[in-house]
């Protein structure tokens, strides 16, 4: 995928997310069990704007840091890069396509988060519908999938980047 293909899918994603914390706002209660154990019980409390409001800045967060760090790639220097043999990978005739990569990466990876926050929150306005509030069971199956695809991004980065050929320079 181009740079600019995934920059409109983080893009979407991003405003999904936004919309999607719009919508929820309006479907929790005044006090909202925000906090759940292993369980799946609740065992902590927040005011929904304060809940709205947490959700908001981790969304901001996550797009901040992978969104900039997919605009900003380019203009790096070499020692705030950390890819698999980045002597290598980062010399001139290939630190373009190398950095477009690792830029790619950082939009799809920041979808991909962000995709799981807004999963998550969804879980809790269900969670928040029944009495006593209880998360699904369905969570562990979602954050199985989500660190699956960490998993999966995590093996692509290194063989994206493999050990150069013998005597290349």
Known sequence: MN??????VFLI???GVCLHLVWVAGQLPDIVASHFGAGGVADDHSSRT?????????IFM??????????????????A?????????????RRTASLAYVGD??????????????????LTVLANRIEPARLSSLF?????????????????????FPAPP???R
Do not use: C, E, Q
């Open 3 to 8: 740079a600019r293909a995934s920059a409109l």
């Open 13 to 15: 994603v991003l405003a």
């Open 50 to 58: 304060a809940f709205v409001a947490l959700s908001g800045l981790i």
């Open 62 to 79: 996550v797009s901040a840091i992978f969104g900039g760090l997919a605009l900003l790639m380019p203009g790096m220097p070499d020692a």
């Open 81 to 93: 890069i950390n890819i698999p043999r980045k002597d290598y990978w980062l010399a001139p005739p």
């Open 105 to 122: 990466w950082a939009f799809h990876f920041g979808a991909a988060t962000l995709l799981f926050l807004a999963g998550t929150t969804h």
């Open 140 to 160: 562990w199956p979602w954050l199985l999938l989500y660190m699956a695809f960490v998993i999966v991004w995590v093996g692509r980065m290194l063989r994206a």
């Open 166 to 168: 013998p005597g290349a």
